[in-house]
């Protein structure tokens, strides 16, 4: 059984920052690679970043590119994704996800685990 918890999410104002962090279980942070997503209400599940399990191999989509940062403490089991510079438009539920294997074409289908989401609010 694969666990994922996101945290860290709530309301900031549109230039702020806010560090998500998902807590996985051993064989999750050992072996699998990790993605974090969001979706807005009415919109699709959107790819955010990526990373290998050996945090060698990283990709981000460019609407977040050079604002976030995704990482990983194996060691505490724990993936991070750091928001910088917010916006409006990144209001959104945001998931942790799991799969084997690194992709840089990234999909929701191809993520087998979810977290249940952290909801990150940027208000004008």
């Known amino acids: 059984q694969v666990q994922l918890v996101e945290s860290g999410g709530g309301l900031v104002q549109a230039g702020g920052s806010l560090r998500l962090s998902c807590a996985t279980s051993?064989?999750?942070?050992?072996?699998?690679?990790m993605g974090w997503f969001r979706q807005a209400p009415g919109k699709e599940r959107e790819f955010i970043a990526a990373?290998?399990?050996?945090?060698?191999?990283?990709h981000y989509a460019d609407s977040v590119k050079g604002r976030f940062t995704i990482s990983r403490d194996n060691a505490k089991n724990t993936v991070y994704l750091q928001m910088n510079s917010l916006k409006p438009e990144d209001t959104a539920v945001y998931y942790c996800?799991?799969?084997?294997?690194?992709?840089?074409?990234?999909?929701?289908?191809?993520?087998?685990?979810w977290g249940q989401g952290t909801q990150v609010t940027v208000s004008s």
């Open positions: 990373i290998s399990w050996s945090g060698a191999n990283i």
């Open positions: 996800a799991a799969r084997i294997g690194y992709s840089s074409n990234d999909y929701p289908s191809e993520y087998r685990y």
């Open positions: 051993r064989r999750t942070s050992n072996t699998y690679a």
